[in-house]
């Protein structure tokens, strides 16, 4: 059964920074893609970030493009996301997700963890 | 970026009806190479995280009844959920991974009469 527990969210002022981890098992870690999508408080989905199953390509969104990092410990089967130059808008519960194995599904978000909440206030 | 519309934003559906989705992106979502269109539907239950519905336009996940339905081309999509039941409620949004960023539509929230 694959399983995503996610953790690091905190109340952090602006400017501040934080990390995100994922934690993965029932699967075998290197051979997917993971994300990392974030939800604001009553607001949509947003996607932040991908990382291939390699470590080697990653993609962000533009609103966070310079300001975090996502990477990964494939011996540790662990996902990060480096949260630096927090700003009040990156509040949200912040969800880490799998990949998929099927042909044609690798940047789909097949299983997706519960999530961990990012508070960005002074 | 790709700009995904949904619609409605909000419906209210009798149980045992037939409930319809729509999503159109901005531009063509098919990987001509590839010969595959890269949209995805969630499914958000009230408290909970999302979970995969459909994956490339019309391939149900593992789980997913078979009242779930998905159909579609280029940049006009449909996800159809037959014999609505209350379990079904919930946000809804339909995605496209054709090309980063990736991008999610608003949402449409299901609600039961």
């Known amino acids: 059964e694959v399983q995503l527990l996610e953790s690091g969210g905190d109340l952090v002022q602006p400017g501040g920074s934080l990390r995100l981890s994922c934690a993965a098992s029932?699967?075998?870690?290197?051979?997917?893609?993971m994300s990392w999508v974030r939800q604001a408080p009553g607001k949509g989905l947003e996607w932040v970030s991908d990382?291939?199953?390699?470590?080697?390509?990653?993609y962000y969104a533009d609103s966070v493009k310079g300001r975090f990092t996502i990477s990964r410990d494939n011996s540790k089967n662990t996902l990060y996301l480096q949260m630096n130059s927090l700003r009040a808008e990156d509040t949200a519960v912040y969800f880490c997700?799998?990949?998929?194995?099927?042909?044609?599904?690798?940047?789909?978000?097949?299983?997706w963890g519960r999530g961990t909440l990012v508070t960005v206030s002074s | 970026d790709i700009v995904m519309t949904q619609t409605p934003l909000s419906l209210p559906v009798t149980p045992g009806e037939t409930a319809s989705i729509s999503c159109r992106s901005s531009r063509s979502l098919l990987d001509t190479y590839a010969g595959k269109t890269y949209l995805d539907w969630y499914l958000q239950k009230p408290g909970q995280s999302p979970h995969l519905l459909i994956y490339r336009v019309s391939y149900r996940a593992s789980g997913v009844p078979d009242r779930f339905s998905g159909s579609g081309s280029g940049t006009d999509f449909t996800l159809k959920i037959s014999r609505v039941e209350a379990e079904d409620v919930g946000v809804y949004y339909c995605m496209q991974r054709l090309e980063f960023p990736i991008t999610f539509g608003q949402g449409t929230r299901l609600e039961i009469k």
């Open positions: 990382v291939r199953g390699s470590g080697d390509s990653t």
């Open positions: 997700a799998k990949g998929g194995s099927v042909s044609g599904s690798y940047f789909v978000k097949e299983d």
């Open positions: 029932g699967f075998t870690f290197s051979t997917y893609a």
